[in-house]
């Protein structure tokens, strides 16, 4: 356990081990003293909602977010939409459940065989806020995640923090921003729209790298190995009096999904620490 280490901010995002089941994550976690966790759907789907937040109560855990909301790629009819919604709400009550207080909210390409991007991306305007009512209600925030634009065509179409931020100014306290240092780091808006967020609407910050050699969609690299300058975004986030989590969020299929996944959570640990404990006040 890295009991010289504050990581009462540090959560691991479960895709970072994705060989460990829930159980498993959640007791893994916490051997290395990690008390933060960010629940991704399959593996609380696998063990069941209900366990899962006993799971997590009894390891003393706490939950950072919920990964991911249901696309809205069928969303170019009314009946897709309404399925989007359906979905959604029903991963809106997990979220609940287990005492995340946001829903990671990755919005979805566009429908097969469409090319309207500006089309669609009103569609998801008016979608999330059908959502928002229910998100109010149920006390979870839609936490809205731009990704990286190369991820447009095929994942979602919320690519800039600008346009996340924009929203929420349309959604108000329904919704919050999920930032992703690996998403957001090429965006020379990125800082500005970090001070544009604030503290208040921030629900979490994902932490992994860029490589400059990255082979495919799934090669993020662990925090030090790429091109991104951590100590500077953590400095932003000092400046608006950001005090919420951090997640270790790696895909990585290449290299650390390949390792045990004790030996990804020890070094994960270790290159984030110095990111990762208390602000600076």
Request: glycine share 8%.
């Amino acid at each position: 356990m890295n009991q010289q280490l504050d990581l009462s901010r540090f959560a691991i995002n479960q895709i970072t081990t994705p060989s460990w089941s829930m159980p498993q994550a959640i007791d893994g976690y916490a051997r290395e003293g990690v008390t933060g966790i960010a629940v991704w759907r399959h593996f609380m789907d696998d063990y069941g909602v209900a366990e899962t937040a006993r799971h997590l109560k009894d390891a003393g855990m706490w939950v950072a977010s919920l990964c991911t909301s249901a696309w809205f790629n069928d969303a170019a009819s009314a009946g897709g939409i309404a399925k989007g919604l359906e979905a959604n709400r029903k991963i809106l009550d997990q979220a609940a459940r287990i005492g995340a207080p946001c829903v990671v909210m990755v919005v979805g390409a566009m429908p097969d065989g469409e090319k309207d991007l500006a089309g669609h991306r009103a569609r998801v305007r008016d979608a999330l806020g059908e959502l928002a009512p229910y998100a109010r209600e149920v006390g979870v925030k839609l936490g809205l995640e731009p990704l990286h634009p190369m991820y447009a065509g095929s994942r979602s179409v919320l690519n800039r923090m600008q346009d996340a931020n924009d929203l929420c100014d349309w959604l108000g306290d329904a919704a919050s921003i999920v930032a992703d240092a690996y998403h957001c780091w090429w965006d020379p808006d990125f800082e500005d729209q970090l001070r544009r967020t604030g503290q208040q609407r921030l629900s979490t910050f994902h932490l992994c790298d860029w490589l400059a050699e990255t082979r495919n969609l799934r090669d993020r690299g662990m925090v030090g190995e790429g091109v991104i300058d951590f100590a500077r975004l953590r400095s932003v986030l000092d400046e608006i009096g950001y005090d919420g989590p951090f997640e270790l969020e790696l895909f990585s299929e290449l290299d650390w999904w390949r390792r045990a996944p004790e030996e990804t959570v020890r070094i994960g640990i270790q290159r984030c620490a110095p990111f990762v404990g208390p602000r600076v006040r």
